[in-house]
């Protein structure tokens, strides 16, 4: 089928669907988590670049359903205009400066910035960026994201923290990183391919992950609905923190 088939066991396919099955469900739920959790799952077996290459096409097709719905849209996207320039550009240079993504510093540093964050937000603080700022915090979040994508392959560090300190409702937050996350991962489909870390034989086992990953999205999306606003936060904490505890427990082992 591709260039992994010659490497991975019926086994292994099975394990990476599941993957894909369990990144849906907590994405649908909490809006993110699907680059997070197949990162740190498919590292198991596979390495780094190949993990990345893997979720590209399950990644870009959940993020652009995560956009709508379309009357919202246009606003969300010109609030947060300015920092999806930011991370064409510092995905795009940190592809290019630093390779593909990989390396155990990365992956703890990410890990701890997002356990450290989820434990701030569970004390009931709120960060908070004054609207008059925007026009330049954008941006600058925007390539210091860029940046740790093209490290990690993962999108939500300071991409996260920064679009809840904008205030968002739920809705929107959902909505706005998912446009943010439509951009990571083009940028970064641009960048493994310009690093030969993406060969086109990647693209068919790519596809094949959509089926789990759109059905955990479902079931994550139904269970979203039915959670009040104040257990949504609570979750949404709780699952960063499980996330980078996991990533940084993983990458000292």
């Keep these: 089928m591709t260039i992994f088939s ?3 066991t019926a086994g292994h396919w099975a394990a990476a669907a599941a993957v894909f099955l369990l990144a849906g469900v907590i994405k649908g ?10 990162m740190a799952l498919l590292a198991l077996w596979m390495a780094p670049v190949r993990a990345a ?9 959940t993020n652009i359903w995560q ?4 009357a919202s849209f246009g606003a969300v996207l010109r609030r947060i205009g300015g920092m999806q320039a930011g991370i ?5 240079g940190g592809a290019l400066w630093l390779g593909a993504p990989g390396g155990a510093w990365a992956s703890v540093a990410l890990g701890v910035a997002l356990v450290a964050y989820a434990l701030w937000g569970l004390t009931g603080r709120q960060l908070h960026a004054p609207p008059a700022h925007e026009w330049w915090l954008g941006p600058l979040v925007g390539v ?6 093209a490290v990690t392959g993962v999108f939500a560090v300071p991409a996260v923290p920064y679009l809840q300190a904008l205030g968002f409702q739920r809705d929107s937050l959902i909505q706005a990183m998912g446009i943010s996350f439509t951009t990571s991962t083009i940028v970064l489909g641009i960048g493994l391919a310009g690093n030969g870390g993406y060969p086109m034989a990647a693209v068919g086992s790519s596809v094949a992950m959509l089926v789990p990953a759109i059905g955990g999205m479902v079931i994550g999306t139904w269970l979203r609905q039915k959670l009040p606003v104040a257990v949504f936060k609570r979750c949404f904490l709780i699952g960063l923190a ?3 505890g ?8």
């Excluded at 290459?53 to 097709?61: E, M, R």
């Excluded at 956009?67 to 379309?70: L, W």
């Excluded at 064409?88 to 795009?92: I, Q």
């Excluded at 210091?144 to 994508?149: E, H, M």
Aim: aromatic content about 2%; hydrophobic content about 55%; proline content about 6%.
């Design 6 to 8: 010659n490497e991975l």
């Design 29 to 38: 739920v909490i809006g993110l988590g699907l680059p997070t959790v197949s």
């Design 53 to 61: 290459a893997l979720l590209i096409v399950p990644s870009l097709v």
């Design 67 to 70: 956009t709508g719905p379309r």
């Design 88 to 92: 064409v550009v510092g995905t795009l």
């Design 144 to 149: 210091a994201t860029g940046l740790v994508t």
């Design 242 to 244: 499980l996330l980078g």
């Design 246 to 253: 996991y990533m940084t427990v993983r990458a000292i082992a």
